[in-house]
């Protein structure tokens, strides 16, 4: 079975809130597909800042639209070398629900 949750790492010089944000927008642009409410029922990921890393929840349908457009969108705004994705079995901490 392949792992479906990924940890995103970004470069030391890539401002994390930043990226966040980006997160955001993709969350957003699930949210027209899918509808605000299955998003918000179907997505989560996780912030470690001290780590510069991003976890995403991409079990649901929703999470792996979302990681698709995250991927899309961090390549366009921060190029090849800002970030590496890579999927994971699980993370010890909980990913939170996306905001509103």
Do not use: C, K, N
């Amino acid at each position: 079975m392949t792992a479906r949750v990924f940890r995103f790492s970004f470069s030391p010089d890539v401002p994390l809130d930043e990226v966040e944000m980006t997160l955001q927008l993709a969350t957003f642009a699930a949210e027209g597909l899918f509808g605000i409410a299955r998003v918000r029922l179907d997505f989560a990921y996780d912030v470690d800042a001290a780590r510069g890393v991003i976890v995403v929840d991409g079990t649901h349908d929703v999470g792996a639209i979302v990681v698709h457009l995250f991927v899309g969108l961090l390549l366009r705004e921060f190029g090849e070398e800002a970030f590496r994705v890579e999927r994971v079995a699980s993370e010890h901490r909980q990913p939170q629900e996306a905001a509103a």
